[in-house]
């Protein structure tokens, strides 16, 4: 027997232990826990976890082995910043969570409290003559505090007070509600104004800072240096050697001057006396304040298989660069199978915009999936330059510039997230740059400009996609909704597939504008698409173009231009002919719609070069996961027709358990889920959101066999309508069957 135990330990010894032997849980509770205990259950926790600089003792000295995990106590804000310094092993990694500890969830924050003593202005001297002085508190701080560092009252965002306002505080770069300088009024270091920067005192804009459109269409932010009331002239710090057009009017807006405080939730930071300026939401006496001081809350600094999830991380804030998670190693080998799940993320803003929530560089496998981040101002959801990365079931909603954007990836997968709101300047739901082997699919994105854009990138694929713009009163308010930047120095190379997706609401009719510049035109294929317009000229006619439908026609789509229709394709510009309700956000085919039995099968006209990059991702499916081409044709955009009964026509087959996809979907305000069970039996049928967390349950009965249908409003438990997003719907039987699926919910 001891000849066989020592034969196992070399064997083990040899080829390397597959587990963990003690793989440790940890626990930490940033309110109640010590340093000092050994964090190895709920009631000994710590209070810092291991990796923040703050850590001491224990938590400051263990080592985390392969499986080991921390639990971050829910319902608790953890005040810190986190800096990961061990790796775990394949199968096995080092995992962060939030979860089972608690009823709420687990917050990773990175704001700290600020201890206030509440003043009430006296006159209206105080605040430059602003006429709601009553409603203007002060109180003082120490340190530095920037304008830009966020404020929350009581867990709620509060806004840098701005003239003029904007509609929503939230988009503070909204330029078509900026003033206007006249072209040759903004120089590198001044801006004129005639109009607006009439005060006679000159220190009347001291502590503001002045917010810019300029060249290549983003922000700038300079705080004022002086102001010239004689010729009502501000000047600033330098801007770029390219910032200024010359050959068009620019916009700005003033913000952090007491003048500009008019409404609840506003702030002023004085810098010189220390002192925030304050309307408050609510009452002052419950007013508590809190301030972003950390630029960010879990980086994996350049370790290996890890996982984050089901934490909130919130509050991060950088004049440079702010994220919730990032690999804050970007040199030497890259970092390796990484999981970021089920988190929701939000309130993460860079001063000045572009950087990611979520920003991973340096790292070769990558998983981002099931994450809600949202109300990130200036910031982009998922930033990406990395290897073998899979981002899916997302849920990205209002963030100030781009919701996902890959910068030099190779072989990355977007697929089933859901991506709205990315209305910042130059911002849009997904752009896909510089990039090796990408699919795009199965998402839906829905913006007011430009919605997917894509440049520099090499054997591109996008597919099954709903993209559209927003559609206001009959009024189409996307532009290119799928947008090639295209240049003589920005060529795209290999295959650009772009098949079965559904793409409208472009206000020019343009919604695949794509251009020449591609290495080999013959690989761009362009098919099975319904579309609001497309690529014109001569040159479209040398790409792979076949069986579209186009819901509306660019300008260059004309036969004085070289353009003519393609075999298999035709214009139908009456929506209500094709889909079950446009209006109506259900983008399903009706049951005599044009856009029936009159594509290819995708499987066949996928090259196979393709396929082999994503043996995983399965091409013979629709958006929603049904089989196309199921009675023998195939039909066009992202969703197959589904015939009511969801058998396909075959009622002979005997009745077994089944759940169906909703439908409509994307759907507002009410979706009809069916499902199906072949014998009496009590049924469940709940709804979830992406975090997991019950929102209402639509059946708890016994039902005969049969099918059933059950409706959803888009409202809680309570009555209260939901958020746009992802959701799910489980049902489970008495005998045991499971089964869920996706939907989308719009507002």
């Known amino acids: 027997m001891k000849q066989f135990f020592a034969l196992l330990l070399i064997i083990l010894l040899t080829i390397g232990f597959s587990i963990p032997l003690l793989a440790q849980t940890y626990y930490v509770d940033f ?134 306002n904007m509609s929503d505080p939230f988009w503070d770069d909204q330029i078509n509600e900026y003033f206007t300088v006249l072209n040759g009024n903004i120089t590198r270091t001044s801006l004129k104004d005639d109009i607006f920067l009439t005060q006679a005192a000159a220190d009347y804009w001291n502590s503001a800072y002045i917010q810019m459109w300029v060249q290549p269409n983003v922000i700038a932010i300079k705080k004022i240096i002086s102001f010239d009331p004689g010729s009502h002239t501000v000047y600033y710090d330098s801007l770029s050697s390219t910032a200024i057009y010359g050959d068009r009017d620019q916009y700005y807006s003033m913000v952090n001057h007491l003048s500009a405080i008019d409404r609840p939730g506003e702030y002023v930071v004085d810098e010189t ?79 000045d915009g572009r950087k990611g929530a979520i920003s991973l560089s ?28 899979s981002i899916k079931n997302n849920q990205i909603s209002k963030v100030g510039y781009k919701g996902i954007w890959s910068m030099g990836s190779e072989h990355l997968q977007i697929l089933n997230n859901s991506i709205t709101e990315c209305e910042g300047t130059h911002g849009n739901p997904v752009s896909v740059f510089t990039t090796t082997n990408s699919l795009t699919a199965n998402n839906f994105m829905q913006a007011t400009s430009e919605v997917f854009t894509f440049e520099k990138n090499t054997d591109m694929v996008v597919h099954n996609n709903i993209i559209i713009g927003t559609l206001e009163n009959d009024e189409e308010n996307g532009t290119n909704i799928i947008r090639q930047n295209g240049s003589a120095s920005s060529y795209c190379y290999g295959y650009a597939i772009i098949t079965n997706n559904t793409l409208l609401y472009s206000n020019t009719n343009n919604a695949i504008g794509i251009t020449s510049y591609f290495d080999d035109l013959g690989k761009v294929s362009l098919k099975n698409n319904i579309s609001d317009g497309g690529p014109g000229h001569e040159t ?42 446009h209006s109506g956000s259900d983008y399903r085919l009706s049951e005599n719609s044009c856009a029936r039995n009159c594509g290819l099968n995708p499987v066949t006209i996928i090259p196979a070069e393709i396929k082999a990059m994503f043996p995983d991702y399965d091409f013979s499916l629709d958006y929603n996961g049904n089989l196309r081409g199921w009675d023998g044709y195939f039909d066009l955009g992202a969703l197959e027709y589904q015939n009511p009964d969801g058998l396909n026509d075959k009622n002979e087959l005997p009745l077994v358990f089944s759940l169906s996809q909703n439908y409509p979907n994307p759907f507002n305000p009410i979706t009809n889920i069916e499902f199906q069970i072949a014998n009496y039996d009590f049924v469940t049928l709940k709804i979830y959101d992406i975090l997991g967390r019950k929102i209402i349950t639509l059946v708890n009965g016994a039902k005969p066999a049969g099918k059933h249908t059950a409706q959803w409003n888009g409202k809680n438990t309570a009555g209260q309508q939901v958020g746009s997003g992802i959701y799910y719907y489980q049902i489970q039987t008495g005998d045991r069957h499971i089964s869920a699926k996706k939907m989308l919910f719009i507002r």
């Open 31 to 164: 309110e109640s826990g010590s340093d000092t205990s050994d964090g190895l259950s709920p009631v000994t926790a710590w209070k810092h976890a291991p990796g923040d600089a703050n850590a001491a003792h224990n938590p400051g000295s263990v080592v985390l082995s392969s499986g080991a995990t921390v639990i971050f106590k829910n319902g608790v804000n953890y005040r810190g910043t986190i800096t990961m310094k061990y790796s775990g092993a394949a199968g096995v990694p080092i995992t962060y969570k939030g979860e089972s500890w608690g009823s709420e969830k687990a917050v990773i924050d990175g704001a700290d409290t600020l201890e206030t003593v509440w003043t009430a202005c006296q006159s209206v001297g105080e605040v430059f003559d602003n006429p709601n002085w009553q409603n203007i508190y002060y109180t003082s701080y120490t340190g530095d505090i920037s304008p830009f560092n966020q404020i929350f009252e009581n867990g709620e965002r509060a806004y840098i007070a701005q003239t003029p």
């Open 273 to 351: 006396d220390k002192k925030i300026y304050y309307w408050p939401y609510g009452d002052i006496e419950t007013c508590k304040l809190s301030i972003s001081v950390r630029n960010y809350g879990i980086g994996f600094n350049g370790c290996s298989n890890i996982c984050i999830e089901n934490l909130k991380l919130q509050g991060f804030t950088s004049d440079g660069a702010a994220h919730a998670v990032w690999n804050n190693r970007t040199w030497g080998d890259p970092a390796e199978n990484i999981i970021i799940r089920n988190n929701e993320i939000t309130h993460t803003r860079t001063r």
């Open 362 to 389: 340096n790292v070769d496998g990558a998983t981002i999936e099931n994450n809600y981040i949202h109300d990130c101002q200036r910031n982009s959801g998922i930033l990406i330059g990395a290897k073998n990365i």
């Open 540 to 581: 479209s006619m040398q790409m792979s173009r076949a069986n579209n439908l186009y819901t509306g026609l660019s300008w260059s789509q004309e036969e004085r231009y070289g353009w003519s229709l393609m075999a298999g394709e035709f214009i139908q510009a009456d929506l209500d002919s094709i889909f079950i309700s």
